[in-house]
């Protein structure tokens, strides 16, 4: 049996896009991930195309978070080093600097991806509805999981650094 594309389209475009645009908060943005979900669509015969749009859907709205992140990353880079242009700051102090961001990374990856992914879209600004739709954990379990992925982040950059005092 054939998907009628143009029906599901007519049927569920709007919902797509207003399922999207929670979760990227950008209309425009939102219409283009819908519009990416479609063409997806095109090579594929789903049992139930509704289900798999939205599931399609999110996933392209997971990869365009994870993607801020990124770009955030980038530019906190890039401010980072226009101000390293500034007047040469002190060794000492540009050396502490590096070994903390280090210890920051280290303990990042130290935590498990479930930790890691749910502290880095609440940085990003997703609230935990949208972390929980992006993460697969209940709504109501969001918080409880931020809580001790900060505390195991913390926990892992004392280690760290615990670890890099013991080696001086």
């Known amino acids: 049996m054939s998907v009628d594309w143009a029906e599901v389209y007519r049927t569920t475009f709007e919902d797509l896009v207003r399922f999207l645009h929670r979760k990227v ?6 219409q283009d991930l819908a519009q990416e979900t479609f063409v997806r669509a095109l090579d594929h015969e789903p049992d139930n195309p509704r289900a798999w749009l939205f599931t399609v859907a999110g996933n392209l709205a997971r990869d365009e978070a994870r993607a801020a992140i990124r770009r955030r990353e980038h530019l906190t880079l890039i401010k980072s080093e226009a101000a390293t242009r500034e007047p040469a700051p002190d060794p000492a102090e540009e050396l502490e600097r590096e070994q903390r961001m280090q210890r920051v990374r280290g303990a990042l990856d130290h935590l498990s991806e479930r930790d890691r992914d749910g502290l880095l879209l609440w940085d990003a600004g997703l609230d935990y509805a949208e972390i929980a739709a992006e993460t697969g954990l209940a709504q109501g379990a969001i918080g409880t999981t931020l809580a001790r992925a900060r505390r ?17």
Request: charge should be negative.
């Open 152 to 168: 195991r982040l913390v926990e892992a950059y004392g280690e760290m650094e615990d670890r890099d005092v013991a080696h001086r």
């Open 25 to 30: 908060w950008d209309a425009d943005r939102a």
